[in-house]
């Protein structure tokens, strides 16, 4: 069973990316589990001072390292802000780079999708969050890509996604990161946390 930690780069309870991932969560394929965070408000910033004050970070960020570390890839869910992607988003990954004692990113599957209530889906926040991940030898999945527009004609009141068309676009990416798992903990490049795991 493969495990995927899921994070939206939204704290809205409600946002349109918590639901795309609750829509993951629904849609994921067979032999795919996907676990929904829920603390990235808890993350404080990044501060080198609190880092050596307690070995690998406060307890917020130690069990978010520990999450991400246990799971087999990441999901992650941006909205786009001004031309790029939320910074509550990119001062989490800031933790998760650091070498407290691994870097949990590194070799780590990672899947990139976004929605927006706007015209231009979120192009340039995952264009910008692709950029960071490389910085942190993440091993994102490639394609395919998922630019959700228009969000609000998509999910019902309920947050429930109802577009047919976006459910089987999320579906195959869904599937394509299964594949891509599977393919580099095959070739042994599947990240560090899981050498540690075994």
């Not at 493969?2 to 409600?14: C, D, H, M, P, Y």
């Not at 340039?124 to 998922?146: C, D, G, I, M, N």
Request: glycine share 8%.
């Amino acid at each position: 069973m493969q495990t995927v930690f899921a994070i939206a780069g939204s704290l809205r309870r409600n946002s349109y990316n918590r639901s795309l991932l609750r829509a993951a969560r629904e849609l994921a394929p067979p032999g795919m589990a996907i676990v929904l965070d829920d603390q990235l408000a808890s993350i404080p910033p990044f501060d080198e001072d609190l880092e050596r004050a307690a070995a690998g970070g406060p307890e917020p960020v130690r069990a978010l390292r520990g999450q991400v570390a246990s799971a087999d890839g990441v999901l992650i869910a941006t909205p786009e802000y001004n031309h790029s992607f939320p910074g509550v988003l990119k001062n989490a990954i800031d933790w998760l780079s650091r070498p407290a004692p691994q870097e949990v990113l590194a070799g780590k599957p990672v899947a990139v999708v976004g929605a927006s209530g706007g015209p231009w889906g979120t192009r340039l926040a995952q264009s910008a969050l692709r950029q960071v991940l490389y910085a942190t030898e993440s091993a994102v999945l490639p394609k395919p890509a998922l630019f959700v527009k228009d969000a609000g004609r998509l999910f019902d009141v309920a947050g429930r996604l109802v577009d047919r068309a976006t459910r089987e676009r999320l579906e195959a990416l869904l599937a394509a990161f299964a594949s891509w798992i599977d393919v580099l903990s095959t070739s042994g490049t599947g990240g560090i946390s899981r050498a540690s795991r075994s």
